[in-house]
């Protein structure tokens, strides 16, 4: 049979192999192919990713900070707000912090503002505010200008102003304090390119050593991972002039330079072949500072460090040690509150801004140079052919566990060589792509191979699933070792249901409208027991059953069992109302549909039983039997679920009503059984109290408590009790079976006044 299915297709064999070798190799190639396209050209998305890696190299080993390196930040912080008043502060005041650290022996001065307005805070301003007169006048010819000592302080020191480059309002053109020099092709190529700078005033520039731009190049994600050293101003390249950043402006005044250096592709030493692919270095004294190509530099983070910063309050008050300024290279910043330029870093989601200063003058200062070499695309993409191949092969030549081992390690070795790249040379490799490729290749050969051999499962379902229930069947498939007779001990919850009135609702009917009446009913009892996880055992004429736990481990067997069996007594409304409309239709009595369960758990037998030419997946065990004799006792209390006591405790998620002791055929010892009432959710905080005189009253019946009949009529009158009238009305015709719980009179009639009240 197998043979005849396993040539369901019409193609030469030779055909269907050299299309599956196509297939399989289009699978393994692909990623591979895709994985080298992205990792030569890029995109804002793949360097997002990247970023996002080399962020989290940074968040494992950040730059070690060392207090030796010759740069700190006096912080305008709130401390000193609240001792020296709020910002902005009167520019006299800058001047004296700018005297100070000159006298301190600061290298160079930076302050992270551009002072591109005149001083709002100087006396002077505040005394134009005042109505016009002759007094005022005179006063204002007195008063000294803060913006011209602040001017004076800046012109006789290391100091550096700072402008900012915008693409709006500003200067088109000025001339910067340093000059410019290029080797190799012209910088202005791939500087970050402005057309126009907010300057600070003419008053102030005039004779400050240095003049810096403060703009930051945030990514799409606005992280601050590197910063330029120069940028290019004018309204386009060729007619633009380079001009330093802040952070460039201070090494070159700390180092008494003169001029800042490009080096940019094709010039000497550099292998460009006259390819222009950007700024290599910028060389400001003796400092040669790798870059990359548009002459930023991507910072090593050490993360924000008290230890730099310095308060202004203590510096204004000569609280700061000679050696905690001298010899270094000093930026002026805020960390107050309200003052805060605050930018995110790979390592913190908010920083001032002129914490990235800082952080690049030290990166630079300390002789590190964390970069992504030109040749690291190149090197990456022949990592994904070579370990994508051998991935491949091994997804479809070794076993998945092997392969994905392998696979594992590539993915885990290429991590670790990125990390060590970083960590040891401050290189930066990416992992990501490299890796996605080769899980994507393992991935995608695995599930083709998975796809051919489910084909060869198809083969075995199609030719089992007409004589087997397709649980087993998956079985079989899954592991063909099965096929064989046998089973194992588990314990199991075993379901019965029969039609009531089946052979009266027979009687006028053709075997076709019986078939057809049947098929309607056994298909939403089939449904519900298969939502629960239920096996269907057999069908037998107008009863099924039905078990669960086997063969798949459904730990909570009990309570899906006496879940489907609610399941099944709610589909019987529509199957009724169908058979109502059909009786109708032909004339006949309708007959209402009505259903019993029985419900017992147990250890069974479970496995394959019959012949070794013809078996079945069935149950075998006294627990069987006593699941069908519940069943059958549905009829003898007029309810539609019966479970043993077995069942009753294991299923916690519902509430049952206690029926007592009873015998069943074939069973020397009498069965505790209970009707299934609902789930115990639904039967609310009311049902304890209902069982507890339910229990009382069979307890007194059976006992010949003289109370007996009123805990009867007390618990058939219960709201919950209506579903049990047959069974109290067997507990009443005991009570008044029994002369002592009524009271009888001498004559024989019972004394109803010895009664007691319902």
């Known amino acids: 049979m197998l043979q005849r299915l396993r040539a369901r297709r019409r193609l030469p064999a030779f055909g269907r192999r050299l299309g599956r070798g196509l297939s399989a190799l289009l699978l393994m190639l692909g990623p591979i192919a895709i994985g080298v396209t992205l990792t030569l050209s890029g995109g804002p998305v793949v360097e997002q990713l990247r970023n996002l890696v080399f962020d989290n190299y940074q968040w494992f080993d950040p730059r070690p900070w060392r207090s030796d390196l010759p740069v700190r930040v ?4 709130d401390d000193s707000l609240a001792k020296l008043g709020q910002w902005p502060w009167p520019r006299d005041r800058l001047a004296e912090m700018t005297k100070k650290l000159d006298a301190l022996g600061a290298l160079a001065i930076a302050y992270d503002i551009t002072f591109s307005e005149p001083d709002r805070a100087s006396a002077e301003n505040l005394a134009k505010q005042l109505p016009q007169t002759p007094e005022r006048d005179a006063l204002l010819a007195k008063l000294p200008s803060t913006d011209e000592a602040f001017a004076a302080a800046v012109a006789a020191g290391q100091s550096v102003l700072a402008f ?47 003049l810096g731009a403060i703009n930051f190049l945030p990514d799409r994600d606005l992280v601050v991972r590197k910063v330029p050293l120069v940028f290019a101003l004018g309204s386009s390249r060729d007619k633009a002039i380079l001009v330093p950043s802040l952070d460039a402006e201070l090494l070159r005044v700390a180092q008494g330079a003169s001029t800042i250096i490009t080096k940019a592709s094709n010039a000497s030493g550099e292998a460009g072949y006259g390819a222009q692919t950007g700024i290599v270095a910028v060389k400001i004294g003796d400092l040669e500072i790798p870059t990359e190509w548009d002459g930023g530099v991507r910072i090593r983070y050490s993360g924000f460090q008290q230890g730099r910063r310095i308060p202004a309050w203590r510096l204004l008050a000569d609280q700061v040690p000679v050696a905690d300024i001298a010899g270094r290279i000093i930026l002026i910043g805020a960390s107050a509150t309200a003052l805060s330029d605050l930018r995110s870093t790979p390592l913190e989601g908010a920083v001032p801004g002129d914490e990235i200063h800082a952080e690049l003058l030290e990166h630079v200062l300390s002789g590190q140079h964390l970069a992504r070499p030109d040749y690291a695309p190149g090197l990456e993409a022949l990592a994904i052919v070579i370990g994508g191949l051998i991935v491949g092969i091994a997804a479809r030549r070794l076993s998945p566990l092997a392969a994905a081992l392998i696979a594992l390690i590539f993915v885990a070795g290429t991590g670790g060589a990125s990390f060590y790249a970083f960590h040891r040379l401050d290189l930066l490799f990416d992992p990501l792509i490299p890796a996605a490729t080769w899980l994507a290749t393992y991935g995608l050969t695995t599930i083709a191979l998975y796809r051919h051999t489910e084909r060869e499962r198809k083969t075995v379902r199609t030719a089992f699933s007409r004589y ?76 099924l059953m039905a078990f669960w736990n086997a063969p798949l481990d459904v730990p909570d067997h009990a309570n899906r069992a006496c879940r489907a069996a609610l399941a099944m007594l709610a589909a019987i409304p529509e199957v009724d109302a169908a058979e109502r409309q059909a009786a109708e239709a032909e004339g006949r009595q309708h007959i209402p549909v009505r259903i019993g369960i029985g419900l017992n758990t147990g250890d069974v037998f479970v496995g394959n039983m019959g012949s070794s030419m ?81 229990g009382d009253a069979m307890a007194a019946a059976n006992s010949g408590n003289p109370g007996a009949i009123g805990l009867v009529e007390k618990a058939r009158c219960h709201p919950f009790g209506a579903p049990y009238e047959v069974l109290y009305t067997r507990l009443f015709a005991k009570c008044v079976a029994a002369p002592a719980v009524m009271g009888r009179a001498d004559d024989g009639t019972v004394d109803r006044s010895a009664a007691p009240a319902s």
């Open 614 to 694: 013809r078996f079945d997946y069935s149950i075998v065990g006294d627990p069987v039997n006593v699941a069908s004799r519940l069943e059958s006792a549905t009829k003898e209390f007029g309810v539609s679920v019966i479970v043993s006591g077995v069942t009753a405790r294991a299923a916690t998620d519902f509430a049952f009503v206690d029926h007592g002791d009873i015998p069943l055929k074939g069973k020397s010892a009498s069965t505790r059984i209970f009707a299934l009432h609902g789930p115990r959710e639904e039967a609310g905080d009311a049902f304890p109290a209902f069982a507890k005189l339910h």
């Open 164 to 210: 900012f480059l915008t693409r709006s309002s500003g200067v088109e053109t000025f001339q910067p304090k340093t000059g410019f020099a290029q080797a190799g092709d012209d910088a202005r190529i791939f500087a970050p390119l402005f057309p126009r700078a907010v300057l600070p005033l003419p008053k102030l520039l005039g004779g400050a050593p240095g």
């Open 468 to 543: 087997l229930a397709p649980a087993i069947v998956e079985r079989l498939a899954q592991d063909p070792s099965h096929l064989k007779l046998g089973g194992e001990l588990r314990s199991v919850t075993i379901l019965f249901a029969d039609v009531r009135d089946f052979t009266r609702r027979s009687e006028g009917l053709t075997a076709e409208a019986v078939v057809h009446f049947l098929n309607g009913l056994m298909t939403p009892l089939t449904a519900a027991i298969l939502a629960e996880g239920g096996t269907i055992d057999k069908y037998m004429g107008d009863g």
């Open 74 to 77: 006096i912080d305008v912080d």
